[in-house]
Each structure stands twice: as structure tokens, then as C-alpha cells.
């Protein structure tokens, strides 16, 4: 691989930048493979990213489905914050967090990771002792965090409605300032080519469609375009399919898939440069470098698999992105897209060995995955590597939903579900 | 937008009338008392997921306010009919479980 560098970039122009070299091979899969990723999103490339780093592992390949990135990676609105309530969700989120810190130094790509601060605004007296609480629980974590109150909130974001004469007044925000945005697409780009490097197989366009399981261990991956790949270890990472996944294994998963959608705005001039959400009047932006407005949307009630979502959600959200910002009620809408996410009961993920030996899921991530993405592939292949939970991942077993040991955090992130 | 054929008010209306309210069919334990953990676990948290046809409890929430079950796609999206709470819809191909 040759590293990527400002003196490269110079010589490249010289060339019309046409020598470029590939970003990662395309290569014929093996017959067998220590390890198997199945989902080459950001969270699957990341855990062999991890596999063969941290953990110095060769023979590992990533299979997916359609393209890299193609899935929940490639249409999340990109936002990263550290901000959770409960210890557990708070050591894991913020472990990622310190990845993200680095993570363009240390893949040698750009992943225009931003920290410019994310604000959870809260509209009722409630909402505020939620967010001291949250505020007050973060710190003790370790985590950068603050309360707010509507003046300071108006200070940050100008163009934000924050009079009291509004249906949902702004009475204050936490506030992390080391939270922000990444380019997703760079990404699932910068984790495959860095794992490429390592020797990774990245294998696209194959579909998996059955898991091989003998006596009670998975010992391989049927799949429609390559046959039969046999496996050491088995991690699924495949965010919305996970539990069409189980399924094949022979065993449930406590997952429902829904639809997510977000939507862009055409480019306006530079007007947000945070990130504001909001959990009771159920919208959240940001700016995009382009200078779309990117606009989160919430889950539709059913399970679906259809990559779009309903139009009642689209109004709702737009209702409340204009309550909060009047001034771009005359902005015209780009795009609309929706991916299906994996939402668990206490609206917390699934790293967890299952009942089928040498099988393993990462998967419920919900609405929430992308921020969590090189934790979740750092703890994930540390599983992966040794057959067991590190003490990041041990609470978020699946096996939780059977003794009762929930991690609750629906509502109390502070996100809008 | 969904177009929901409510049995109770025998019409259709659009989606924002109603609320999904999740898995249909779903029993509760008969002798809760001696219910282990795992049987508990798998009532409360353990749902259907598939990406095909699905059983669902709908509420009509902004109309009747009556609970009815739709049997519908959830890949297609193509929803096969409305029934009311105890009674039973036969999809093409599908067995009574």
C-alpha cells in the first residue's frame, strides 16, 4: 500500500491524477478462512481491520452482500458523540470515541472526523433534570459534557429559535464539545484499504445464504455466488439482516428491523456548524461540508425491509426542523433515503457469542450504530480473536434479555428514536 | 403510505390513523407463577422478524381506538388483509402455526 501523504498528492498532480492505485484487491475467495466477517460495513471492516492489527491474525475475509458501505454506513447522518447515561453504554461509546480521536492518523486516510460539538436540547422541565442527570452521569465517566441554558444555546446556534414563544421552547442543552461528524463513505473506504494492506480478503457481491452448522458449531458460509467458504470463526455484522442471519443458524435473535430515513437539503451557504438534535420535538441537523443540511428523521413503527421510508415520518420531521429553525422553511429538499436498523428492547447492541458455537453477532445497533464504529469492530474482533468478551462487551450479551440484565437506554441518550 | 382496511370500521383509512403495536399472536404465559427466566425472556423481549410476510397487531389509534391484526409483507410492503383479534387469515403458501 502506498501511504497516502501531501507530498503524494502534489506528485499525483502532476499526472492528472490518473495513477492513483487501487484502493483494496478484488480477490477469487479461499476454500477456508480462519475468520469470516459476514457484512462489509463499517463495523465488519473494522473488526478485521482490528483482527489483523491489534490481534496480528492472517486468513480473514470480509464477505458482503452488495458493495462496501453500501448498507446503514453509507445513510446514516454521521454524527458521533460519546454522551450515553448508563456506565456500560458510556465506557463503550466513549472507547470508541478515543478511536475516532485518532482514527485518520492511524488508517492513513482523511475521515473528515469534525468535533464540533453536538447539542441534545431539552424543551420541558423534565427533559432538563434528564439532561443534568445525563450531564452529571457523563462526567463522572469521564466524559467531556455540559448543560446549557437557552441563551447559550441561541450563542452557538443563532439561526435556532430559542423565544419562549414556541410550541416546544428551548430551555437548554447538553452540550459535548468533542463530539461531531465524520465522512461516512471514508469510513468503510479508509477501513478496507487499511485492512487490504494487512491481507485481508474483502469479497463483494456475495450473498450469503445459508450458515453451515454441524453438531451444534458453525463450521462454514454457504453462498450463492462463490459455494461453500469454511470458516474457524464466524462474526456476522450485518445490522438489519441479523436476524435473517440467525434465522439460517437456527435461533432468534431479540432484534426488530426497522426503516431509518434521513434526508439532505440542496447546498446552502455555511448557516450550523454543530450538530443539534432533539429528542421531543423529534428531528436533528447538521451542515454538511457541501453545505447540504442533513436532516435525521425518525423510525418507522412497523418492521420493514424496504430501504425507504414512510412519508408521515418525513412530514413529522420536517415539522419539527421548522419549529427550531424558521429560516429554512424555504430550503428545498435533495434526497430522501432510508436504511433499515436493528432495534433491541433497551435500545442497546448485541456483541455476543450465541448458541451455535463459533458464531458470533455484533448487531442492534438501532438508530445509533456509525458512532460507535472502531469501538465496535476493536471489541468485536477481540471476541472474535479469543472466543470470549473483553470487559467492554461482557454486559452486551444476548443473553441479557433472558436474566433481565438490561441496559436501558432508550430515551435517556438523548436521542430521538 | 400505508392504506389499512380497518375490520371494526369496515373501511379503509391512511397509516397516520393507526399505530403499530408490534408482533400479533402473542400469548401469555399460562401459569405465569412457574414461568422459568428464559420463558419470560422469550415472551417480552423475543419477537418475529422476517423479511417476508408478518402478523402484526394494529391499533386504530386517531379512529375506533380497536386493535385488529394485518398480515402484510415486509419486503414488498404488499399488505394481504385486516382481520380482527381472534380470528385467522390464511396466507398463500403459509401453514396455521
Known amino acids: 500500500m502506498t501511504r497516502y501523504s501531501g507530498i503524494g498528492l502534489l506528485k499525483h498532480a502532476l499526472h492528472h491524477q490518473e495513477n492513483w492505485q487501487r484502493m483494496w484487491r478484488n480477490p477469487k475467495p479461499r476454500d477456508h478462512y480462519d475468520f469470516i466477517v459476514v457484512g462489509g460495513g463499517g463495523h465488519g471492516l473494522a473488526t478485521a481491520y482490528y483482527l489483523a492489527k491489534v490481534h496480528q491474525k492472517a486468513n480473514i475475509a470480509v464477505v458482503e452482500k452488495g458493495w462496501l458501505g453500501g448498507g446503514n454506513t453509507g445513510r446514516n447522518t454521521t454524527i458521533v458523540r460519546s454522551n450515553y447515561l448508563w456506565d456500560?453504554?458510556?465506557?463503550?461509546?466513549?472507547?470508541?470515541m478515543k478511536l475516532w480521536e485518532g482514527l485518520s492518523q492511524d488508517l492513513n486516510y482523511n475521515v473528515m472526523f469534525s468535533q464540533r460539538g453536538v447539542m441534545n436540547l431539552g424543551h420541558n422541565l423534565q427533559d432538563m433534570r434528564d439532561i443534568q442527570r445525563r450531564v452529571n452521569a457523563n462526567r463522572l465517566n469521564g466524559i467531556d459534557s455540559e448543560v446549557l441554558d437557552a441563551q447559550q444555546c441561541k450563542e452557538i446556534v443563532p439561526i435556532m429559535d430559542c423565544s419562549s414563544s414556541t410550541r416546544y421552547p428551548v430551555l437548554g442543552a447538553s452540550w459535548q464539545p468533542r463530539a461531531g461528524v465524520a465522512?461516512?463513505?471514508?469510513v468503510a473506504w479508509g477501513y478496507a484499504r487499511a485492512a487490504d494492506a494487512l491481507g485481508v480478503d474483502i469479497i463483494q457481491q456475495t450473498e450469503v445464504v445459508d450458515i453451515v452448522v454441524e453438531d451444534g458449531v458453525a463450521v462454514g458460509i454457504q453462498t450463492k455466488q462463490h459455494g461453500l467458504i469454511k470458516a474457524g470463526r464466524i462474526g456476522c455484522v450485518t445490522a438489519g439482516h441479523s436476524g435473517v442471519l440467525a434465522g439460517?443458524?437456527?435461533?432468534?435473535?431479540?432484534v426488530e428491523s426497522h426503516p431509518l430515513q434521513a434526508?439532505?437539503?440542496?447546498?446552502?451557504k455555511p448557516i450550523l456548524d454543530t450538530v443539534v438534535m432533539s429528542n421531543a420535538v423529534h428531528g436533528y441537523m447538521s451542515q454538511s461540508d457541501k453545505g447540504d443540511l442533513v436532516i435525521g428523521a425518525g423510525i418507522d413503527g412497523y418492521v420493514g425491509y424496504g430501504q425507504r421510508g414512510s412519508y408521515p415520518v418525513i412530514e413529522h420531521t420536517v415539522h419539527a426542523i421548522m419549529e427550531l429553525f424558521p429560516v429554512v422553511s424555504r430550503v428545498h429538499m435533495n434526497r430522501q433515503w432510508g436504511g433499515i436498523v436493528d432495534t433491541?428492547?433497551?435500545a442497546c447492541p448485541i456483541i455476543s457469542a450465541t448458541p451455535v458455537e463459533n458464531l458470533f453477532f455484533n448487531c442492534g445497533w438501532g438508530t445509533g450504530g456509525f458512532k460507535a464504529t472502531p469501538g465496535s469492530g476493536h471489541v468485536f474482533a477481540d471476541m472474535l480473536a479469543n472466543g470470549k468478551p473483553n470487559k467492554l462487551c461482557k454486559a452486551f450479551n444476548m443473553f441479557r434479555f433472558h436474566d433481565g440484565a438490561l441496559i436501558d437506554e432508550h430515551g435517556a441518550a438523548g436521542v430521538a428514536h | 403510505m400505508f392504506l389499512l382496511?380497518?375490520?371494526?370500521c369496515e373501511e379503509h383509512r391512511e397509516e397516520e390513523e393507526f399505530h403499530a403495536s408490534g408482533q400479533a399472536h402473542l400469548a401469555?404465559?399460562?401459569d405465569p407463577d412457574n414461568c422459568t427466566d428464559v420463558e419470560w425472556g422469550e415472551f417480552l423481549y423475543f419477537r418475529k422478524n422476517p423479511k417476508g410476510l408478518h402478523r402484526e397487531l394494529w391499533h386504530h389509534s386517531a379512529g375506533c381506538r380497536k386493535y385488529f391484526n394485518v398480515l402484510r409483507n415486509t419486503a414488498s410492503y404488499e399488505i394481504i388483509?385486516?382481520?380482527?383479534v381472534g380470528d385467522w387469515l390464511d396466507a398463500p403458501g403459509e401453514k396455521k402455526s
Do not use: N, Q, W
Open chain 1, 344 to 346: 433491541t428492547p433497551d
Open chain 1, 88 to 96: 456500560e453504554a458510556a465506557h463503550l461509546y466513549e472507547h470508541a
Open chain 2, 28 to 30: 401469555r404465559p399460562t
Open chain 1, 248 to 254: 439460517m443458524a437456527g435461533f432468534e435473535l431479540p
Open chain 1, 263 to 268: 434526508f439532505v437539503s440542496e447546498p446552502i
Open chain 1, 183 to 186: 465522512r461516512h463513505d471514508a
Open chain 2, 5 to 8: 382496511y380497518c375490520p371494526h
Open chain 2, 81 to 84: 388483509g385486516s382481520y380482527k
